[in-house]
């Protein structure tokens, strides 16, 4: 072997054979060089860098040791988004809450006009005080046929000497029906009155209102009384109808029973004639009653829906959307404002189809949020999809097919809430070995 050296002081080029070991050191001498270590020592280094070298060369080669016990899944954290709207549709009044804000269970979020249901709920309540009214006289009409079938059956049994008595109590029930007729009267002129006199003042308000002279409260609360007032006189307006009739009865019944002391037939049909009344007096009391429940019912009905027009929340979690703005007209059902529970997200994250069958529902794991890869969070696999998909979709080669995955849902432990919808992050599922 022939090795070339320079002279270190004279620059020329020597050569020399030499062969074997001594080709490496052609001086045999282990003291220092003027210039650098002593040849042997670099020699060592030199056989130490190649040897680390080849170690980490063959080691990106050789298999390494993987946990068979865990299955990493990368993706997002999701949530389940409640969509909230109203049950009776209405314009907008007010919107609580924005993007980001927290809300608590209860919560009003939105609060829709009730204009139209407040006209409703009046009319609903002129309605049932009407038939709470025709239910009375009904039942009064009843306690007087009732008094006027006793009587007969005491005309009938009583001889003719006692029809005098009769005959004055008839006298009586006329002189009682005529007071009652004029009770009612006056009754219904006073109510008539009270009815102007609201009307008056429903005119007056309703110009005030309109100048911004009284709040639309106080407009609203002489309307109701102006409805009320002509409720009440439709009802005296009955009574004295009903008075009236009532007096043409007692009439009729005391000119029966000045008749009746000749006639004793005559009590009998007289008799039955009471008893006629008193069933159609029945089925008016019956139709009363009726007619003030079904009020009723509509009265109860239009209370709850205003109770509808306050939307409240039905969890508690974070606004993720405000669909609308005040003044917008609502339709029943419609999305106004989105709400997401953070203490029930999950990581949406996808399984590669050669592992899918390790992983179980109800096996524990653990999740990385990036913003925070050294705390990580308890989990749960709660859902598997039953069917695959690929990434990207609609592959048809076959080396490309090994990429079908299937997407899984894992439930976050998180107390505090940190981890919210949107973040990526990592999971850690623990399997058995395979």
Known sequence: MTMQTVDPQSGASQQSHVSGPT??????????????????LVVLVIVCLLGSAGWFGCKQFWPQPTDTRAIKVSGRIEGYESNIGPKIGGRVDFMAYREGDQVKKGDVLVKISDDDVQAQLRSAQAKRQRAAALADQAGYQIGVVNNQIDEAKLRVLQSSEDMRAQIDQADANVAQADARVSETEAQLIQAQSDLKLARVRKERYSFLASRGAVTLDENDQVSTSAATSEAVVSAKS???EAARKQ???SKAALAQARSARLNPRMRQSQLRAFG????????QLKSAKQE???AKADEEQILANIAYLSVKSPISGI?????VEPGVVAVPGQTLISVIDLSTVYL???VPEGQIGRVRVGQKAKVFLDSSPDKPFEGTVIQIDPEGSFTPENIYFKDDRVKQVFGIKIAIAQPDRFAKPGMPADAEIIVDAP
């Open 238 to 240: 009955s009574s004295v």
């Open 247 to 249: 007096l043409n009865v």
């Open 23 to 40: 080709a490496i050191a052609p001086h045999a001498s282990s003291k220092p060089s003027k210039h650098g270590l002593p040849k042997p």
């Open 348 to 350: 949406r994250g996808y």
């Open 319 to 323: 606004v993720t959307a405000r669909v």
């Open 276 to 283: 006629d009344q008193l069933l159609q007096a029945q089925y």
């Open 292 to 294: 003030e429940l079904s």
